[in-house]
Nanobody, 116 residues
Framework: QVQLVESGGGLVQPGGSLRLSCAAS????????MGWYRQAPGKQRELVAR???????NYADSVKGRFTMSRDNTKNTVYLQMNSLKPEDTAVYYC??????????WGQGTLVTVSS
């Protein structure tokens, strides 16, 4: 099973950009489906973006055209490039990994605050 560590969160003004990273330790990273989720205060955790091991990606409607997920299997890392950030993007962002036989894992989360 992989272990996940997110980084890259912080405070940014509306309209700004951030890039989140999620570094995975463990074996067979390239065979994991990966995802980014977020949880805003008082709300349920929601899917932001998901990338299958084969590379296909889907996004929540609220972030389409603004966020881009990518992965570098040579570095065991996935990224979430977030552009045109809005106050409603404020949340704790979590990395998620899922494997058909090895199970799944969550990172500890990284806080993104969009505010002027």
């Amino acid at each position: 099973q992989v272990q996940l560590v997110e980084s890259g969160g912080g405070l940014v003004q509306p309209g700004g950009s951030l890039r989140l990273s999620c570094a995975a330790s463990g074996r067979a990273f390239s065979f994991y489906d990966m995802g980014w989720y977020r949880q805003a205060p008082g709300k349920q955790r929601e899917l932001v973006a998901r990338m299958r091991s084969g590379g296909s990606t889907n996004y929540a409607d609220s972030v389409k055209g603004r966020f881009t997920m990518s992965r570098d299997n040579t570095k065991n890392t996935v990224y979430l490039q977030m552009n045109s950030l809005k106050p409603e993007d404020t949340a704790v962002y979590y990395c998620y990994a899922q494997h058909i036989s090895r199970g799944d894992a969550w990172g500890q989360g990284t806080l993104v605050t969009v505010s002027s």
